[in-house]
């Protein structure tokens, strides 16, 4: 697809343009069509896709541009270049540049528009006009906007919207990688119903919210004591705390603020801490006995962000436009400190799909090689831990990373992310390998854990650094506590009595502290 | 205060009331005045504060009652209990009863009305006219407000507000119990500071919130083990998991949701998963970089809830509704499992006061003498950990409980909480010990943890019994661990060789993963 930016615009100077300035501006226009819009243009590329002041006029003390360009130092680009360039030049007339204006401003994008294509609602757009194999967009601009670089964003999406309507339904990327086979299993029916019955954990009073009770949690726990042995501890992961609501800054930065709307629990704060502000709404509860919500919404702002849903994002702020010295690489470091929250389809159900779940999350980060370094020996010990502790039937996959699933994309991560050439090497390992557990009861499989190599997205993001100059890389691991268990025991059952010796012997003896009559 | 309430209704049949059904209609009224509506009554209360009809008529299908009562068998109890009763007498006619109609309701308090009182704006209220001693409320009211007990919680709710106007200004409470007596201090700088000089912590990107580095976990861990060795083993809590995202539900049962509003982050949910319905909404922050905080508003429901304030309320669904078995009590439980929110008031401030905090919640249940029993086992083992493991400059005193001033009142449980008479004996352990560390740097004392004896409240809320019949009471205690720190820190620094051996030697070798160019 080929595209075309069109750009009118007039710089307005403090004082009338005199007649003696226009052989000073003229000689300007040249100079930059010649030299300074071709800087930083690669050798070859055609004339007429680079930017070009094609005409110029003056009226009074407006000097009007006509720009024009390809995708090579784009019209609005060539707008600002030209700006630094002329405003010395005519304060020698006694000018100084005031401020500017943007009459007009469209975009063409040629290419063969699929069928189901048609042009989505998107802001600053005034029109849009497609006949035949061209898409015209007038668009309503200030400088600013040029600026913020709203036109080339917008390209962007239009182009992503164009190639999901012309390859739209492209499946999830998914690929065996290894099976354990067959394992004996020692249970049949489902663990959730199961837990329920034997008081280990019962259903909270908001929608996919379980409290877990002594027996549950015991099984967690004994699950974090066999991560801490033999992964976080030989591998040399260190704890650290990660926030747990994530404000919309830090998913700007992660780029969950391109896509994750529809599963966000949000959070929103209150116009005032001020009693008096709030007390007829108490006072609303202490008459009827319910919460009047619609009186509450009018009195909070927001929403400012939402609860925690990847748990990695919210660790960047703490290495945010740093430079990491290159002898405390690879980082290692995972977190255990709260709730995750994802609004999940309707309904209740099983611990395996939850609105509230619990995480240990592992992070690292440094070189492209270290970064895959660790990634695989986390898959080692992982496995160790699959096959010889727990007995797990299960498999992996490499499948579209979770970092692209929650933007709301599809494919792998070689479609979107580029990378030095330095990174090469590493560059295909960019991507999500997801752990995925049998069923039995149901027959199928469920994803309990993955882990990511996310490449040089997140130190993008954040900006961060690495002494040496090579690019920085980092993965993340999430062991959802949640999904071990309904793994585990769908395939083991609810008693110690038939479970991998390891696993019964750091649980020890069942507790039951409740018994209701 | 006196009150009085009036009650003008009809009750409505399927049939014109036929003449020869008068007589029964009186006989039934006096039956009522007589014997009915005295049922309950305790002996000794004056014929005028006791519910009565004092007229009826008959109109068509109609009949129509006026009834008048003090506190006792009020006016509208004494509709309901008459409606029970006539239904079937009128039946012999072949007269079903089809509804009711409420003409009119109004309450009349008497008192001595303070200077500053103004008749709140509550819900319900048609009008509200004071003259002298007499307040005249008229209510607009459908039977199912009555059978809701509106009018008892409007009168509740004003004599509370009457109060508060006659005694406002009442103190919080604040008694001292304990006083360790002055120790050694070896810091007087603010922690805060030093933490983040030495990158045990970094701000994180909401208000309030921080992310912690490896040291600053490690203390904390080193305070869990210190806790789980000498507390919770030893006064044998068993771990469980509270869930963290908190719905009204829950508030209503405990409370809350009279008057937390001003320091609640509140959570909503998206009005639908739909992908497409959030298009649009990414699209703005693609094509922007900024997300459109109006737009999502407008697409969200609720709230639903908040975050967790405070950890306990979310526990008592899993015993909600439950008579526990005698030969488990005290049930004694401990939740360790996420993040606590509260908007506190704005700007950055230091580790001891902070939006988002981590705390580990105690809580056990059983009679008031189990109750009150453990309490007093938890404060010597307290005691113990702060006299000689932390070595810390302490005090602890008798505070407003914290249910209470989480619903906005102030002075001591005594004044709210009544309990049957077999719990007299522990009836004035009701409330809140506040522990409080001093702060070198500053002078000031901070409070870092409490304990609380809630009597009745939340089993009352949650409807949990006991096997045996006696009252269940309840209890909790809040161990956080950013007010931990922030008191040990302030007293002992940074360094551990500076710190109380014990402490020390669990916390071993400080670890310094990061180091910044």
Redesign the interface.
């Not at 919210?209 to 002594?214: A, E, K, Y």
């Not at 502290?513 to 009559?517: D, E």
């Given at each position: 697809m080929s595209v075309r930016f069109n750009l009118d615009a007039g710089l307005l100077f403090n004082a009338d343009i005199p007649a003696e300035a226009a052989a000073t501006v003229e000689k300007m226009v040249g100079e930059a069509n010649k030299t300074l819009f071709r800087k930083g243009v690669p050798a070859g590329v055609p004339e007429d896709e680079i930017g070009r002041i094609e005409d110029f006029s003056i009226a009074g003390s407006v000097l009007g541009l006509r720009i024009r360009s390809g995708p090579y130092t784009r019209a609005h680009d060539a707008l600002f270049r030209f700006r630094k360039l002329i405003a010395p030049s005519l304060g020698k007339f006694r000018l100084g540049l005031r401020d500017m204006e943007i009459r007009s401003f469209w975009i063409e994008m040629r290419g063969e528009f699929p069928e189901g294509f048609r042009m989505?609602?998107?802001?600053?757009i005034l029109s849009a006009d497609r006949s035949g194999d061209t898409l015209k967009i007038s668009l309503r601009m200030e400088a600013a906007d040029l600026e913020?670089k709203?036109p080339d964003?917008?390209v962007?999406?239009i182009e992503?919207k164009f190639q999901s309507a012309t390859y739209g339904g492209k499946a999830e990327h998914w690929e065996l990688i290894f099976s354990s086979g067959p394992k004996r299993t020692m249970n049949d029916s489902d663990p959730t119903e199961q837990m329920i019955k034997q008081g280990w954990i019962?259903?909270?009073?908001?929608r996919g919210?379980?409290?877990?009770?002594?027996q549950?949690?015991?099984l967690?726990?004994t699950f974090e004591k066999i991560v801490l042995d033999e992964i976080i501890a030989p591998l040399g992961f260190?704890?650290?705390?990660?926030?747990?609501?994530?404000?919309?800054?830090?998913?700007?930065k992660s780029g969950h603020?391109?896509?994750v709307?529809?599963?966000?629990?949000?959070?929103?704060?209150?116009k005032?801490?001020?009693?008096e502000?709030?007390?007829?709404?108490?006072?609303?509860?202490?008459?009827?006995?319910?919460?009047p919500?619609d009186m509450?919404?009018e009195?909070?702002d927001?929403?400012?962000?939402g609860?925690c849903y990847a748990q990695c994002p919210?660790?960047w702020?703490?290495?945010q436009g740093?430079?990491?010295?290159n002898?405390?690489l690879p980082?290692?470091?995972f977190d255990r400190?709260?709730?995750s929250?994802r609004?999940e389809?309707g309904g209740i159900h099983g611990i395996e799909r939850v609105?509230?779940f619990?995480r240990m999350e592992i992070l690292w980060l440094g070189t492209a090689e270290q970064t895959v370094g660790i990634a695989d020996r986390l898959h080692e010990a992982y496995m160790r831990v699959f096959e010889n502790i727990l007995e797990l039937e299960w498999r992996c996959a490499r499948v579209t990373p979770w970092f692209m699933a929650q933007e709301?994309m599809v494919g792998t991560a070689q479609d979107t992310i580029t990378t030095p050439s330095e990174t090469a090497c590493c560059a295909d390992r960019v991507g999500t390998t997801d752990y995925e557990a049998l069923l039995p009861y149901s027959g199928s499989w469920l994803e309990f854990q993955n882990v990511s190599i996310n490449g040089n997205k997140y130190p993008k993001g954040f900006s961060v650094k690495i002494?040496s100059g090579t690019e920085c890389w980092s993965g993340c691991s999430g062991i959802g506590l949640e999904r071990w268990s309904a793994s585990f025991l769908a395939q083991k059952g609810l008693d110690p009595a038939n479970w991998p010796e390891k696993v019964a012997k750091i649980y020890g003896e069942p507790?039951e502290?409740?018994?209701?009559?």
């Open positions: 989505p609602k998107l802001p600053f913020n709203v964003r917008l962007r999406l992503e019962r259903h909270a009073l908001s919210q379980w409290i877990h009770g002594p549950s949690v015991r967690w726990r260190t704890e650290m705390v990660f926030p747990k609501l994530t404000p919309w800054e830090v998913w700007k603020a391109k896509g709307y529809p599963e966000i629990y949000y959070v929103c704060t209150p005032t801490r001020d009693p502000y709030w007390e007829d709404v108490g006072d609303y509860f202490k008459v009827t006995g319910e919460v919500v509450i919404r009195r909070i927001g929403p400012i962000g609860l919210s660790f702020p703490f290495v740093e430079t990491i010295a002898d405390c980082i290692r470091v400190s709260g709730t929250h609004y389809s609105d509230e619990h709301g002494q507790e502290i409740f018994r209701f009559m």
